[in-house]
Protein backbone atom coordinates (compact mmCIF):
# COMPACT_ATOMS: atom_id res chain seq x y z
CA UNK A 1 0.00 0.00 0.00
CA UNK A 2 1.34 3.60 -0.76
CA UNK A 3 -0.84 5.82 1.01
CA UNK A 4 -2.56 5.64 4.25
CA UNK A 5 -5.60 7.92 4.34
CA UNK A 6 -7.12 9.28 7.74
CA UNK A 7 -10.25 10.29 7.91
CA UNK A 8 -10.51 12.30 11.22
CA UNK A 9 -14.32 11.99 12.27
CA UNK A 10 -16.14 13.41 15.94
CA UNK A 11 -18.27 16.40 17.21
CA UNK A 12 -16.92 19.79 17.20
CA UNK A 13 -15.02 21.12 19.51
CA UNK A 14 -14.05 17.82 20.50
CA UNK A 15 -9.93 19.38 19.48
CA UNK A 16 -9.74 17.32 15.78
CA UNK A 17 -7.99 20.08 14.14
CA UNK A 18 -5.89 20.84 16.91
CA UNK A 19 -5.20 17.31 16.97
CA UNK A 20 -3.63 17.07 13.07
CA UNK A 21 -2.10 20.85 13.61
CA UNK A 22 -0.15 19.40 16.70
CA UNK A 23 1.09 16.61 14.53
CA UNK A 24 1.88 18.03 11.43
CA UNK A 25 3.60 21.38 13.51
CA UNK A 26 5.02 18.53 16.02
CA UNK A 27 4.11 21.93 18.61
CA UNK A 28 0.25 22.95 19.89
CA UNK A 29 -0.63 25.58 17.58
CA UNK A 30 -1.85 28.25 20.27
CA UNK A 31 -3.13 30.67 17.37
CA UNK A 32 -7.06 29.98 16.29
CA UNK A 33 -7.24 27.28 13.85
CA UNK A 34 -9.42 27.42 10.91
CA UNK A 35 -12.88 25.48 10.99
CA UNK A 36 -11.57 22.45 9.05
CA UNK A 37 -7.89 22.18 7.33
CA UNK A 38 -7.24 21.69 4.12
CA UNK A 39 -5.90 17.85 2.97
CA UNK A 40 -2.87 17.16 4.53
CA UNK A 41 -0.04 14.78 2.96
CA UNK A 42 3.07 13.40 4.35
CA UNK A 43 5.84 11.48 3.18
CA UNK A 44 7.25 8.42 4.74
CA UNK A 45 9.12 9.29 7.78
CA UNK A 46 11.93 7.49 9.80
CA UNK A 47 9.60 4.76 11.85
CA UNK A 48 6.28 5.22 9.39
CA UNK A 49 4.96 1.48 9.10
CA UNK A 50 5.65 -0.20 5.71
CA UNK A 51 7.21 3.32 4.38
CA UNK A 52 3.57 4.87 3.52
CA UNK A 53 2.68 8.11 2.79
CA UNK A 54 -0.05 9.99 4.59
CA UNK A 55 -3.22 11.49 3.95
CA UNK A 56 -4.84 13.32 6.50
CA UNK A 57 -8.37 14.60 6.02
CA UNK A 58 -9.98 17.01 8.79
CA UNK A 59 -13.95 16.81 8.92
CA UNK A 60 -16.92 19.02 10.05
CA UNK A 61 -19.84 17.57 11.73
CA UNK A 62 -22.80 19.76 10.85
CA UNK A 63 -25.52 18.45 9.28
CA UNK A 64 -24.98 20.52 5.94
CA UNK A 65 -21.68 19.25 5.59
CA UNK A 66 -22.67 14.90 5.60
CA UNK A 67 -22.48 15.20 1.91
CA UNK A 68 -18.96 15.73 2.11
CA UNK A 69 -18.19 13.94 5.30
CA UNK A 70 -19.77 10.37 3.69
CA UNK A 71 -17.53 11.04 0.76
CA UNK A 72 -14.43 11.49 2.52
CA UNK A 73 -15.21 8.50 5.13
CA UNK A 74 -15.97 6.16 1.46
CA UNK A 75 -12.38 6.85 0.22
CA UNK A 76 -10.50 6.91 3.12
CA UNK A 77 -8.62 3.50 4.51
CA UNK A 78 -9.00 4.34 8.81
CA UNK A 79 -10.98 6.55 10.63
CA UNK A 80 -9.85 8.47 13.65
CA UNK A 81 -12.95 8.61 15.62
CA UNK A 82 -11.93 11.74 18.40
CA UNK A 83 -14.15 12.57 21.40
CA UNK A 84 -13.12 14.59 24.62
CA UNK A 85 -15.63 14.08 27.22
CA UNK A 86 -18.54 12.06 28.50
CA UNK A 87 -21.56 13.46 26.07
CA UNK A 88 -18.96 13.22 22.80
CA UNK A 89 -18.50 9.41 24.11
CA UNK A 90 -22.19 8.81 24.68
CA UNK A 91 -22.43 10.19 21.20
CA UNK A 92 -19.58 8.04 19.58
CA UNK A 93 -21.67 4.88 20.90
CA UNK A 94 -25.45 6.39 19.78
CA UNK A 95 -24.44 8.02 16.91
CA UNK A 96 -20.89 7.91 14.93
CA UNK A 97 -20.52 3.93 15.36
CA UNK A 98 -24.11 3.65 13.70
CA UNK A 99 -24.05 5.59 11.15
CA UNK A 100 -20.79 4.05 9.84
CA UNK A 101 -22.37 1.05 9.80
CA UNK A 102 -25.20 2.35 7.78
CA UNK A 103 -22.79 3.64 5.42
CA UNK A 104 -21.41 -0.01 5.18
CA UNK A 105 -17.94 1.14 5.87
CA UNK A 106 -15.32 -1.81 5.98
CA UNK A 107 -12.39 0.08 7.12
CA UNK A 108 -10.73 -0.09 10.81
CA UNK A 109 -11.63 2.73 13.45
CA UNK A 110 -9.27 3.96 15.95
CA UNK A 111 -10.91 5.55 18.69
CA UNK A 112 -9.37 8.79 20.82
CA UNK A 113 -10.00 10.35 23.82
CA UNK A 114 -8.72 13.68 23.35
CA UNK A 115 -8.49 16.70 25.60
CA UNK A 116 -6.81 14.26 28.20
CA UNK A 117 -4.88 17.52 30.06
CA UNK A 118 -8.70 18.75 31.42
CA UNK A 119 -8.89 17.29 35.01
CA UNK A 120 -12.26 16.50 34.24
CA UNK A 121 -11.64 14.02 31.80
CA UNK A 122 -10.62 11.55 35.23
CA UNK A 123 -7.40 9.05 34.75
CA UNK A 124 -6.73 7.56 31.83
CA UNK A 125 -6.92 4.02 33.13
CA UNK A 126 -10.76 5.20 33.83
CA UNK A 127 -11.47 6.10 30.61
CA UNK A 128 -10.15 3.00 28.83
CA UNK A 129 -11.91 0.98 31.71
CA UNK A 130 -15.41 3.11 31.64
CA UNK A 131 -15.73 4.42 28.44
CA UNK A 132 -13.25 2.64 25.33
CA UNK A 133 -13.17 -0.88 26.47
CA UNK A 134 -16.96 -0.99 26.66
CA UNK A 135 -17.37 0.07 23.11
CA UNK A 136 -14.70 -1.98 21.78
CA UNK A 137 -16.32 -4.99 22.71
CA UNK A 138 -19.59 -3.24 21.13
CA UNK A 139 -18.12 -2.72 17.74
CA UNK A 140 -15.68 -4.93 16.18
CA UNK A 141 -14.46 -1.84 13.61
CA UNK A 142 -12.44 -0.12 16.45
CA UNK A 143 -9.16 -1.37 16.29
CA UNK A 144 -7.63 0.43 19.24
CA UNK A 145 -8.03 3.06 20.99
CA UNK A 146 -5.58 6.02 22.93
CA UNK A 147 -6.44 8.97 24.99
CA UNK A 148 -4.51 11.99 24.24
CA UNK A 149 -3.98 15.64 24.58
CA UNK A 150 -3.01 18.02 21.73
CA UNK A 151 -2.15 20.66 23.74
CA UNK A 152 0.26 18.99 26.16
CA UNK A 153 1.27 16.92 23.00
CA UNK A 154 0.65 13.92 24.34
CA UNK A 155 0.29 10.44 22.26
CA UNK A 156 0.00 12.48 19.34
CA UNK A 157 2.55 11.14 17.35
CA UNK A 158 1.12 7.97 18.34
CA UNK A 159 -2.29 8.25 17.85
CA UNK A 160 -1.29 8.56 14.11
CA UNK A 161 0.78 5.68 13.86
CA UNK A 162 -2.17 3.55 15.81
CA UNK A 163 -4.09 4.71 12.28
CA UNK A 164 -1.20 3.72 9.97
CA UNK A 165 -0.71 0.97 11.74
CA UNK A 166 -4.45 -0.23 11.41
CA UNK A 167 -3.79 -0.02 7.85
CA UNK A 168 -0.48 -1.49 6.99
CA UNK A 169 -1.09 -4.35 10.19
CA UNK A 170 -4.50 -4.76 10.65
CA UNK A 171 -5.79 -6.79 13.53
CA UNK A 172 -9.10 -7.92 12.37
CA UNK A 173 -7.86 -11.09 9.51
CA UNK A 174 -5.78 -12.05 12.68
CA UNK A 175 -7.71 -11.91 15.33
CA UNK A 176 -11.01 -12.86 16.37
CA UNK A 177 -11.38 -10.73 20.09
CA UNK A 178 -14.50 -12.24 20.66
CA UNK A 179 -13.65 -15.95 20.66
CA UNK A 180 -9.95 -14.26 22.14
CA UNK A 181 -8.77 -16.42 19.62
CA UNK A 182 -6.21 -16.53 15.95
CA UNK A 183 -8.57 -16.95 13.28
CA UNK A 184 -8.74 -20.17 10.83
CA UNK A 185 -6.80 -18.26 7.78
CA UNK A 186 -4.10 -16.83 9.99
CA UNK A 187 -3.69 -20.40 12.04
CA UNK A 188 -3.42 -21.85 8.57
CA UNK A 189 -1.04 -19.68 7.02
CA UNK A 190 1.12 -20.04 10.50
CA UNK A 191 0.84 -24.04 10.15
CA UNK A 192 2.67 -23.54 6.93
CA UNK A 193 5.19 -21.41 7.83
CA UNK A 194 6.05 -23.59 10.86
CA UNK A 195 6.12 -26.63 8.23
CA UNK A 196 8.99 -24.34 5.94
CA UNK A 197 10.54 -23.48 9.04
CA UNK A 198 10.93 -26.92 10.37
CA UNK A 199 13.79 -27.81 7.46
CA UNK A 200 14.20 -31.46 8.87
CA UNK A 201 10.65 -32.04 9.53
CA UNK A 202 10.41 -33.43 12.61
CA UNK A 203 7.83 -31.55 14.04
CA UNK A 204 9.65 -29.14 15.82
CA UNK A 205 11.51 -25.82 15.31
CA UNK A 206 15.21 -26.47 16.73
CA UNK A 207 17.40 -23.70 18.18
CA UNK A 208 18.84 -23.98 14.86
CA UNK A 209 15.70 -23.03 12.71
CA UNK A 210 14.25 -20.59 15.02
CA UNK A 211 17.60 -18.83 14.88
CA UNK A 212 17.72 -18.87 10.50
CA UNK A 213 13.44 -17.82 11.05
CA UNK A 214 14.52 -14.92 13.25
CA UNK A 215 16.93 -13.61 10.58
CA UNK A 216 14.43 -14.27 8.05
CA UNK A 217 11.76 -12.43 8.88
CA UNK A 218 13.97 -9.51 10.98
CA UNK A 219 17.27 -9.92 9.84
CA UNK A 220 18.64 -9.48 13.08
CA UNK A 221 19.75 -12.41 15.39
CA UNK A 222 17.92 -13.47 18.34
CA UNK A 223 19.61 -13.47 21.66
CA UNK A 224 20.11 -16.65 23.98
CA UNK A 225 17.93 -14.82 26.51
CA UNK A 226 15.21 -13.85 24.11
CA UNK A 227 15.06 -17.31 22.87
CA UNK A 228 14.69 -18.17 26.70
CA UNK A 229 12.00 -16.11 27.62
CA UNK A 230 10.17 -17.24 24.25
CA UNK A 231 10.27 -20.59 25.81
CA UNK A 232 8.98 -19.38 28.59
CA UNK A 233 6.46 -17.68 27.45
CA UNK A 234 4.73 -20.82 25.54
CA UNK A 235 5.43 -23.06 28.71
CA UNK A 236 3.00 -21.04 30.70
CA UNK A 237 0.17 -22.21 29.00
CA UNK A 238 1.85 -25.25 26.90
CA UNK A 239 4.20 -26.75 29.16
CA UNK A 240 4.12 -29.61 26.84
CA UNK A 241 4.94 -27.52 23.80
CA UNK A 242 8.21 -27.13 24.33
CA UNK A 243 11.33 -29.53 24.67
CA UNK A 244 15.02 -30.80 24.21
CA UNK A 245 13.53 -30.95 20.50
CA UNK A 246 12.76 -27.57 20.12
CA UNK A 247 9.08 -25.78 20.15
CA UNK A 248 6.16 -27.52 18.18
CA UNK A 249 3.46 -26.29 16.08
CA UNK A 250 0.88 -25.88 18.93
CA UNK A 251 3.61 -23.33 20.35
CA UNK A 252 4.64 -21.62 17.88
CA UNK A 253 0.73 -20.19 17.23
CA UNK A 254 0.81 -19.60 20.78
CA UNK A 255 3.49 -17.39 20.39
CA UNK A 256 2.07 -15.59 17.32
CA UNK A 257 -1.36 -15.53 19.47
CA UNK A 258 0.23 -13.76 22.40
CA UNK A 259 1.48 -11.07 20.01
CA UNK A 260 -1.58 -10.35 19.13
CA UNK A 261 -3.55 -10.40 22.29
CA UNK A 262 -0.82 -7.64 23.50
CA UNK A 263 -1.27 -5.41 20.74
CA UNK A 264 1.77 -6.55 18.99
CA UNK A 265 0.34 -7.93 16.00
CA UNK A 266 2.85 -5.70 13.32
CA UNK A 267 5.21 -8.64 14.80
CA UNK A 268 2.92 -11.56 13.19
CA UNK A 269 2.09 -9.25 9.67
CA UNK A 270 6.37 -8.84 9.27
CA UNK A 271 6.26 -12.68 9.69
CA UNK A 272 3.44 -12.98 7.19
CA UNK A 273 4.60 -10.56 4.70
CA UNK A 274 8.16 -12.31 4.84
CA UNK A 275 6.36 -15.50 3.64
CA UNK A 276 4.57 -13.02 1.08
CA UNK A 277 1.21 -13.49 2.74
CA UNK A 278 -1.16 -10.31 1.57
CA UNK A 279 -3.60 -8.84 3.98
CA UNK A 280 -6.71 -11.13 2.94
CA UNK A 281 -3.92 -14.33 4.22
CA UNK A 282 -3.70 -15.31 0.49
CA UNK A 283 0.02 -15.63 -1.14
CA UNK A 284 0.98 -12.55 -3.18
CA UNK A 285 -0.33 -13.66 -6.87
CA UNK A 286 3.27 -12.33 -7.78
CA UNK A 287 4.70 -14.42 -5.79
CA UNK A 288 2.30 -17.44 -6.79
CA UNK A 289 2.64 -16.93 -10.35
CA UNK A 290 5.72 -15.12 -11.24
CA UNK A 291 6.68 -13.39 -15.37
CA UNK A 292 7.68 -16.56 -16.64
CA UNK A 293 7.29 -16.67 -20.80
CA UNK A 294 7.97 -19.46 -22.98
CA UNK A 295 8.77 -18.60 -26.51
CA UNK A 296 7.57 -20.52 -29.87
CA UNK A 297 9.22 -23.71 -30.58
CA UNK A 298 10.84 -22.98 -26.91
CA UNK A 299 10.50 -25.36 -23.73
CA UNK A 300 10.64 -25.20 -19.88
CA UNK A 301 12.49 -27.30 -18.09
CA UNK A 302 13.65 -27.76 -14.67
CA UNK A 303 17.23 -26.25 -14.11
CA UNK A 304 19.93 -28.45 -11.95
CA UNK A 305 18.80 -26.59 -8.86
CA UNK A 306 14.87 -27.36 -9.19
CA UNK A 307 15.75 -30.90 -9.79
CA UNK A 308 17.85 -30.74 -6.32
CA UNK A 309 15.32 -29.24 -4.63
CA UNK A 310 12.85 -31.84 -5.58
CA UNK A 311 15.14 -34.45 -5.12
CA UNK A 312 15.50 -33.63 -1.42
CA UNK A 313 12.11 -33.02 -0.97
CA UNK A 314 11.28 -36.74 -1.82
CA UNK A 315 14.81 -37.69 0.30
CA UNK A 316 13.21 -35.83 3.13
CA UNK A 317 9.65 -37.01 3.13
CA UNK A 318 10.52 -40.42 2.89
CA UNK A 319 10.51 -41.42 6.29
CA UNK A 320 10.54 -45.01 5.84
CA UNK A 321 13.39 -45.33 3.41
CA UNK A 322 11.43 -47.78 1.02
CA UNK A 323 12.63 -45.54 -1.95
CA UNK A 324 8.57 -44.44 -2.36
CA UNK A 325 6.23 -41.75 -1.49
CA UNK A 326 3.11 -43.81 0.13
CA UNK A 327 -0.17 -41.67 0.82
CA UNK A 328 0.78 -40.21 4.02
CA UNK A 329 4.19 -39.18 3.10
CA UNK A 330 2.39 -37.49 0.07
CA UNK A 331 -0.05 -36.19 1.83
CA UNK A 332 2.92 -34.31 4.55
CA UNK A 333 4.89 -33.21 1.58
CA UNK A 334 1.75 -31.56 0.10
CA UNK A 335 0.66 -30.26 3.19
CA UNK A 336 1.44 -26.36 2.71
CA UNK A 337 -0.17 -26.86 -0.91
CA UNK A 338 -3.53 -26.83 -1.91
CA UNK A 339 -3.66 -30.72 -2.74
CA UNK A 340 -1.95 -32.31 -5.99
CA UNK A 341 -1.56 -30.34 -9.09
CA UNK A 342 -5.70 -30.42 -10.77
CA UNK A 343 -3.46 -32.01 -13.85
CA UNK A 344 -2.05 -34.71 -11.73
CA UNK A 345 -5.70 -35.34 -10.52
CA UNK A 346 -6.87 -35.93 -13.74
CA UNK A 347 -4.24 -38.10 -15.23
CA UNK A 348 -4.65 -40.56 -11.97
CA UNK A 349 -1.53 -39.69 -9.92
CA UNK A 350 0.49 -41.67 -9.78
CA UNK A 351 -0.65 -43.87 -12.56
CA UNK A 352 1.31 -42.07 -15.40
CA UNK A 353 5.25 -42.39 -13.50
CA UNK A 354 7.34 -45.20 -12.35
CA UNK A 355 6.05 -47.08 -8.86
CA UNK A 356 7.39 -49.49 -6.60
CA UNK A 357 6.07 -53.15 -6.16
CA UNK A 358 3.81 -51.16 -3.46
CA UNK A 359 2.34 -48.68 -6.24
CA UNK A 360 4.47 -45.65 -4.39
CA UNK A 361 6.01 -43.35 -6.80
CA UNK A 362 9.75 -43.80 -6.57
CA UNK A 363 12.66 -40.86 -6.94
CA UNK A 364 12.65 -42.05 -10.53
CA UNK A 365 8.50 -41.33 -11.58
CA UNK A 366 8.53 -38.22 -8.82
CA UNK A 367 11.16 -36.80 -11.10
CA UNK A 368 9.73 -37.56 -14.26
CA UNK A 369 6.17 -36.09 -12.79
CA UNK A 370 7.72 -32.36 -11.86
CA UNK A 371 9.72 -32.90 -15.62
CA UNK A 372 6.65 -33.47 -17.67
CA UNK A 373 4.53 -31.33 -15.66
CA UNK A 374 7.25 -28.30 -15.97
CA UNK A 375 6.82 -29.32 -19.63
CA UNK A 376 3.60 -29.56 -20.29
CA UNK A 377 2.21 -25.88 -17.58
CA UNK A 378 5.54 -23.87 -16.44
CA UNK A 379 3.01 -21.97 -14.29
CA UNK A 380 1.75 -25.00 -12.16
CA UNK A 381 5.27 -26.01 -11.80
CA UNK A 382 6.60 -22.31 -10.32
CA UNK A 383 2.65 -22.57 -8.46
CA UNK A 384 4.24 -25.01 -6.49
CA UNK A 385 7.60 -24.34 -5.42
CA UNK A 386 6.13 -21.28 -4.33
CA UNK A 387 3.99 -23.08 -2.18
CA UNK A 388 6.55 -26.12 -1.16
CA UNK A 389 9.10 -23.70 -0.15
CA UNK A 390 11.64 -23.33 -2.91
CA UNK A 391 14.52 -20.73 -2.04
CA UNK A 392 16.98 -19.70 -4.76
CA UNK A 393 20.70 -19.62 -3.75
CA UNK A 394 20.76 -16.74 -5.84
CA UNK A 395 17.73 -14.62 -5.11
CA UNK A 396 16.63 -14.97 -8.37
CA UNK A 397 13.02 -16.63 -7.07
CA UNK A 398 10.96 -19.77 -8.01
CA UNK A 399 12.12 -18.88 -11.76
CA UNK A 400 15.61 -19.54 -11.21
CA UNK A 401 14.21 -23.39 -10.87
CA UNK A 402 13.29 -23.51 -14.15
CA UNK A 403 15.03 -22.61 -17.54
CA UNK A 404 13.57 -21.97 -21.02
CA UNK A 405 15.34 -24.96 -24.35
CA UNK A 406 17.08 -22.87 -27.34
CA UNK A 407 14.01 -22.69 -29.75
CA UNK A 408 13.61 -25.53 -32.18
CA UNK A 409 12.58 -24.21 -35.72
CA UNK A 410 13.94 -25.93 -38.20
CA UNK A 411 13.65 -29.62 -37.88
CA UNK A 412 14.49 -30.97 -40.81
CA UNK A 413 17.86 -29.62 -40.46
CA UNK A 414 20.50 -31.87 -39.37
CA UNK A 415 21.26 -31.58 -35.55
CA UNK A 416 20.69 -32.01 -31.85
CA UNK A 417 17.78 -30.57 -30.25
CA UNK A 418 19.28 -28.43 -27.12
CA UNK A 419 16.50 -29.78 -24.60
CA UNK A 420 16.33 -32.80 -22.31
CA UNK A 421 11.96 -33.36 -22.17
CA UNK A 422 10.48 -34.69 -24.94
CA UNK A 423 6.93 -35.36 -26.11
CA UNK A 424 5.57 -38.09 -28.23
CA UNK A 425 2.13 -38.34 -29.37
CA UNK A 426 1.64 -42.56 -29.95
CA UNK A 427 -1.28 -42.80 -32.86
CA UNK A 428 -3.26 -45.55 -34.13
CA UNK A 429 -6.38 -47.19 -35.01
CA UNK A 430 -8.26 -48.72 -31.63
CA UNK A 431 -6.84 -51.72 -30.15
CA UNK A 432 -3.58 -51.40 -31.79
CA UNK A 433 -1.88 -51.66 -28.83
CA UNK A 434 -1.11 -47.96 -27.61
CA UNK A 435 -2.31 -48.27 -24.04
CA UNK A 436 -0.08 -51.79 -23.39
CA UNK A 437 2.97 -49.25 -24.79
CA UNK A 438 2.51 -46.39 -22.48
CA UNK A 439 2.76 -49.13 -19.81
CA UNK A 440 5.39 -51.35 -20.69
CA UNK A 441 7.21 -47.76 -20.89
CA UNK A 442 6.19 -47.41 -17.34
CA UNK A 443 8.07 -51.21 -16.90
CA UNK A 444 4.13 -52.20 -15.43
CA UNK A 445 2.98 -55.66 -16.58
CA UNK A 446 0.79 -56.99 -19.44
CA UNK A 447 -2.26 -57.35 -19.08
CA UNK A 448 -4.77 -58.72 -22.26
CA UNK A 449 -7.62 -56.95 -20.27
CA UNK A 450 -8.70 -54.28 -23.15
CA UNK A 451 -10.18 -50.75 -22.15
CA UNK A 452 -10.19 -48.46 -24.71
CA UNK A 453 -8.49 -45.08 -24.09
CA UNK A 454 -11.17 -42.21 -23.71
CA UNK A 455 -9.31 -39.15 -22.27
CA UNK A 456 -5.69 -38.11 -22.97
CA UNK A 457 -3.59 -40.63 -21.02
CA UNK A 458 0.26 -39.90 -20.66
CA UNK A 459 3.37 -41.59 -19.14
CA UNK A 460 6.88 -40.26 -18.29
CA UNK A 461 10.35 -42.24 -18.08
CA UNK A 462 13.46 -41.25 -18.39
CA UNK A 463 15.25 -42.93 -21.54
CA UNK A 464 18.77 -43.55 -21.76
CA UNK A 465 20.29 -42.07 -25.41
CA UNK A 466 23.59 -43.29 -26.95
CA UNK A 467 26.82 -41.72 -24.68
CA UNK A 468 24.66 -42.41 -21.41
CA UNK A 469 23.18 -39.23 -21.37
CA UNK A 470 19.30 -39.38 -20.27
CA UNK A 471 16.18 -37.66 -21.30
CA UNK A 472 12.75 -37.44 -20.12
CA UNK A 473 10.13 -38.94 -23.07
CA UNK A 474 6.61 -37.64 -22.39
CA UNK A 475 4.14 -40.98 -24.13
CA UNK A 476 0.97 -39.08 -24.66
CA UNK A 477 -2.04 -41.32 -26.17
CA UNK A 478 -4.49 -38.62 -27.37
CA UNK A 479 -8.24 -40.50 -26.95
CA UNK A 480 -11.09 -38.84 -28.41
CA UNK A 481 -9.39 -35.37 -28.38
CA UNK A 482 -6.91 -36.34 -30.61
CA UNK A 483 -8.97 -34.99 -33.87
CA UNK A 484 -8.96 -31.45 -31.66
CA UNK A 485 -5.03 -31.98 -30.89
CA UNK A 486 -4.12 -33.14 -34.45
CA UNK A 487 -6.12 -29.90 -35.39
CA UNK A 488 -4.46 -27.65 -33.28
CA UNK A 489 -1.19 -26.30 -34.80
CA UNK A 490 0.15 -25.24 -31.21
CA UNK A 491 0.09 -28.69 -29.93
CA UNK A 492 1.77 -30.23 -33.44
CA UNK A 493 4.33 -27.56 -32.49
CA UNK A 494 4.94 -28.47 -28.76
CA UNK A 495 5.28 -32.10 -30.36
CA UNK A 496 8.82 -33.76 -31.19
CA UNK A 497 8.02 -36.79 -32.02
CA UNK A 498 4.81 -39.13 -33.16
CA UNK A 499 4.83 -42.47 -33.09
CA UNK A 500 2.78 -44.13 -35.76
CA UNK A 501 1.62 -47.39 -34.30
CA UNK A 502 -0.65 -50.73 -36.21
CA UNK A 503 -1.25 -54.11 -34.68
CA UNK A 504 0.40 -56.24 -37.14
CA UNK A 505 -1.98 -58.93 -36.43
CA UNK A 506 -4.99 -57.31 -37.58
CA UNK A 507 -5.07 -56.62 -41.34
CA UNK A 508 -7.07 -53.18 -40.79
CA UNK A 509 -4.91 -51.55 -38.83
CA UNK A 510 -2.47 -50.11 -40.40
CA UNK A 511 -4.62 -48.71 -42.77
CA UNK A 512 -5.74 -45.78 -39.96
CA UNK A 513 -2.46 -44.49 -40.26
CA UNK A 514 -2.64 -43.90 -44.25
CA UNK A 515 -6.22 -42.48 -43.11
CA UNK A 516 -4.97 -40.34 -40.01
CA UNK A 517 -2.09 -38.57 -42.78
CA UNK A 518 -4.58 -37.97 -45.34
CA UNK A 519 -6.85 -35.96 -43.46
CA UNK A 520 -4.58 -34.35 -41.57
CA UNK A 521 -1.33 -33.21 -43.99
CA UNK A 522 0.42 -31.02 -41.55
CA UNK A 523 1.49 -34.19 -39.18
CA UNK A 524 4.50 -34.22 -42.19
CA UNK A 525 5.82 -31.31 -40.55
CA UNK A 526 6.69 -33.50 -37.38
CA UNK A 527 9.26 -36.32 -37.48
CA UNK A 528 7.77 -39.46 -37.08
CA UNK A 529 8.31 -43.31 -36.50
CA UNK A 530 6.47 -46.23 -37.71
CA UNK A 531 5.75 -49.20 -35.40
CA UNK A 532 3.57 -52.92 -35.41
CA UNK A 533 2.94 -53.67 -32.78
CA UNK A 534 1.91 -57.19 -31.06
CA UNK A 535 4.91 -58.61 -33.28
CA UNK A 536 4.79 -61.75 -31.38
CA UNK A 537 1.37 -62.51 -32.94
CA UNK A 538 0.41 -64.40 -36.29
CA UNK A 539 1.17 -61.57 -39.03
CA UNK A 540 -1.55 -60.51 -40.98
CA UNK A 541 -1.33 -58.87 -44.72
CA UNK A 542 -3.08 -55.19 -44.34
CA UNK A 543 -6.14 -54.00 -46.31
CA UNK A 544 -4.46 -51.06 -47.39
CA UNK A 545 -3.23 -49.34 -50.47
CA UNK A 546 0.84 -50.68 -49.61
CA UNK A 547 1.56 -52.87 -46.70
CA UNK A 548 3.79 -50.98 -43.99
CA UNK A 549 7.33 -51.90 -45.56
CA UNK A 550 6.09 -50.62 -49.01
CA UNK A 551 4.34 -47.73 -47.80
CA UNK A 552 7.55 -45.91 -45.49
CA UNK A 553 9.46 -47.05 -48.46
CA UNK A 554 7.47 -44.66 -50.99
CA UNK A 555 8.23 -41.82 -48.44
CA UNK A 556 12.34 -43.01 -48.40
CA UNK A 557 11.45 -43.82 -44.56
CA UNK A 558 13.05 -47.03 -42.46
CA UNK A 559 10.30 -49.53 -42.25
CA UNK A 560 8.21 -50.41 -39.15
CA UNK A 561 9.87 -51.48 -36.00
CA UNK A 562 8.16 -54.97 -35.01
CA UNK A 563 8.00 -55.39 -30.98
CA UNK A 564 5.79 -56.64 -28.54
CA UNK A 565 5.44 -54.93 -25.06
CA UNK A 566 6.24 -58.92 -24.05
CA UNK A 567 9.47 -58.40 -26.11
CA UNK A 568 12.11 -56.76 -24.11
CA UNK A 569 12.97 -54.97 -27.86
CA UNK A 570 9.97 -52.41 -26.82
CA UNK A 571 12.83 -50.71 -24.95
CA UNK A 572 14.84 -50.28 -28.03
CA UNK A 573 11.60 -48.81 -29.61
CA UNK A 574 11.51 -46.50 -26.94
CA UNK A 575 15.13 -45.60 -27.30
CA UNK A 576 14.85 -44.86 -30.85
CA UNK A 577 11.89 -42.56 -30.25
CA UNK A 578 14.17 -40.56 -27.83
CA UNK A 579 16.74 -40.86 -30.16
CA UNK A 580 14.64 -39.20 -33.16
CA UNK A 581 13.48 -36.54 -31.02
CA UNK A 582 16.81 -35.54 -30.69
CA UNK A 583 17.97 -35.50 -33.96
CA UNK A 584 14.57 -34.96 -35.35
CA UNK A 585 16.00 -34.65 -39.36
CA UNK A 586 16.46 -38.06 -39.36
CA UNK A 587 12.88 -38.58 -39.08
CA UNK A 588 10.85 -36.85 -41.50
CA UNK A 589 8.85 -37.54 -44.17
CA UNK A 590 10.60 -37.37 -47.33
CA UNK A 591 8.29 -37.05 -50.44
CA UNK A 592 10.83 -35.84 -52.64
CA UNK A 593 14.58 -35.67 -53.48
CA UNK A 594 16.29 -33.60 -51.10
CA UNK A 595 19.73 -32.26 -51.74
CA UNK A 596 22.34 -33.84 -50.71
CA UNK A 597 24.24 -32.82 -47.70
CA UNK A 598 27.72 -31.85 -48.69
CA UNK A 599 28.91 -30.43 -45.62
CA UNK A 600 31.24 -32.79 -45.00
CA UNK A 601 32.99 -33.27 -47.95
CA UNK A 602 33.38 -29.25 -48.34
CA UNK A 603 35.04 -29.74 -44.76
CA UNK A 604 37.52 -32.64 -45.96
CA UNK A 605 38.01 -30.54 -48.93
CA UNK A 606 39.07 -27.35 -47.23
CA UNK A 607 40.93 -29.53 -44.56
CA UNK A 608 42.78 -31.21 -48.02
CA UNK A 609 43.50 -27.24 -49.49
CA UNK A 610 44.63 -26.02 -45.78
CA UNK A 611 47.51 -28.79 -45.48
CA UNK A 612 48.26 -28.49 -49.25
CA UNK A 613 49.52 -25.10 -48.58
CA UNK A 614 51.00 -25.66 -45.54
CA UNK A 615 53.14 -28.19 -47.17
CA UNK A 616 53.67 -25.74 -49.60
CA UNK A 617 55.63 -23.12 -46.89
CA UNK A 618 57.31 -25.61 -45.75
CA UNK A 619 59.31 -27.13 -48.36
CA UNK A 620 59.66 -23.64 -49.76
CA UNK A 621 61.45 -22.37 -46.32
CA UNK A 622 63.52 -26.47 -47.03
CA UNK A 623 64.60 -24.98 -50.42
CA UNK A 624 65.21 -21.76 -49.73
CA UNK A 625 67.57 -22.88 -46.01
CA UNK A 626 69.17 -25.50 -48.69
CA UNK A 627 70.19 -22.82 -51.34
CA UNK A 628 71.99 -20.45 -48.77
CA UNK A 629 73.75 -23.21 -46.83
CA UNK A 630 75.31 -24.10 -50.12
CA UNK A 631 76.41 -20.92 -51.04
CA UNK A 632 78.07 -20.09 -47.51
Known amino acids: MATVRICVCGDNDVGKSSLIASFVKDVFVTTKIQPVLPQVTLPPTLGTPDNVTTTIVDTLAQPQDRDSLRKEIRKSNVILLVYSDHYSYERVALSWMPYFRSLGVNVPVVLCANKSDLAASGSTAQVVEDEMLPLMAE ?8 RTSAREHHNVNEVFFLCQKAVTHPIAPLFDSKEQNLKAAAISALQRIFYLCDKDQDGYLNDREIYDFQMKCFEKPLAEDDLANIKRSIQKFLPFSVSERGIDEKGFILLNKLFAEKGRHETVWIILRKFHYTDSLSLN ?21 GYRFFVDLFLLFDKDNDGGLNDSELAALFAPTPGLPPSWVESSFPSCAVRNEAGY ?20 TLEYLAYLGFESPSRGGTTSALKVTKARKRRRRPGRVERNVFLCYVLGASNSGKSSLLSAFLNRPFTTTYHPTIKPRAAVNTVELHGGKQCYLILEELGELEPAILENQAKLDACDILCYTYDSSDPDSFAHIIDL ?14 TALKADQDKA ?11 TASLKMAPPLHVSV ?5 SELIAHLAECATHPSTAFPKTDEEPTDRTGVYVALGAAACAVAAFAIVWKKHLSGSISFAGS
Open 361 to 380: ITLQGWLAQWSMTTFEEPKT
Open 541 to 551: TQRSELQPDHY
Open 517 to 530: RKKYPQLDGVPAVY
Open 285 to 305: DSFLHPKFDVPQFSSAELSPA
Open 566 to 570: TWSSV
Open 139 to 146: FKEIDSCI
